[in-house]
């Protein structure tokens, strides 16, 4: 009588048993950033035996995030971004688990600190502010580095009526034209009026000049 599949079921159990115990988890990438709400991205697990050496076989992971309003996770280590804000992700596997840090910045708005400028042509602004503001209207601290789209574009509608570079507008003659400030897919708009130098005095008329004596004869 052959008794195969028994044999097999024991071979099995010894084989499950003879498993590399798993001495450390570690995630790639460390660190996620995300610019936009629903931006994917996988972590990847690598689990090691006690010699440092990659264990082939698969071993389940239980994925949780810290918190769900800044990203989510799913079974396979897919995470999406939620909101801004930060938090982490944790892979278990067994008794050990390991982190990801993940950073969510989503730029939902650009704001200038006025709609609406006068000047006078000639004469020059102050730089112009604005901010960057994210889904809930909190301000942003950018990081051109990071994300050069952000960095502002300045435009003028009509360059005979004042120009701008770096938020600093120069009025050249009398009308009316809109700034634009660009940052990433946003813009704002401010209305600019530039009024006519003024008219210089008049030079003052030059005193005559006293008559001179006349000569006795």
Do not use: Y
Not at 181 to 206: F, S
Request: aromatic content about 2%; charged content about 20%.
């Amino acid at each position: 009588m052959r008794h195969f599949p028994i044999a097999l079921a024991v071979a099995s159990a010894l084989l499950a048993g003879c498993q590399a115990k798993v001495a450390s988890v570690e995630l790639t990438p460390p660190k996620l950033s995300f610019s936009a709400i629903a931006e994917g991205k996988t972590v990847v697990v690598t689990l090691k035996d006690a010699d440092g050496n990659p264990i082939e076989e698969a071993r389940p992971v239980a994925w949780t995030s810290a918190d769900p309003k800044v990203a989510k996770v799913d079974d396979k280590g897919n995470v999406k971004a939620t909101g801004s804000g930060a938090t982490t992700i944790t892979a278990a596997v067994e008794e050990l688990s390991a982190t990801v840090k993940v950073d969510v910045v989503i730029l939902k708005q650009i704001q200038l600190q006025s709609i609406a400028l006068v000047l006078v042509a000639g004469t020059k602004s102050d730089p112009i502010s604005m901010n960057l503001l994210n889904e809930r209207g909190e301000p942003l601290t950018p990081d051109f580095e990071k994300n050069p789209a952000w960095k502002p574009v300045w435009s003028s509608g009509d360059a005979a009526v004042a120009t701008v570079s770096d938020g600093v507008i120069t009025a050249v003659a009398a009308g009316t034209t809109v700034i634009t400030a660009r940052a990433g897919d946003l813009k704002a708009e401010l209305t600019l009026t530039v009024n006519p130098a003024p008219e210089p005095e008049p030079a003052p008329a030059p005193e005559p000049e006293p008559k001179k004596a006349q000569k006795q004869k």
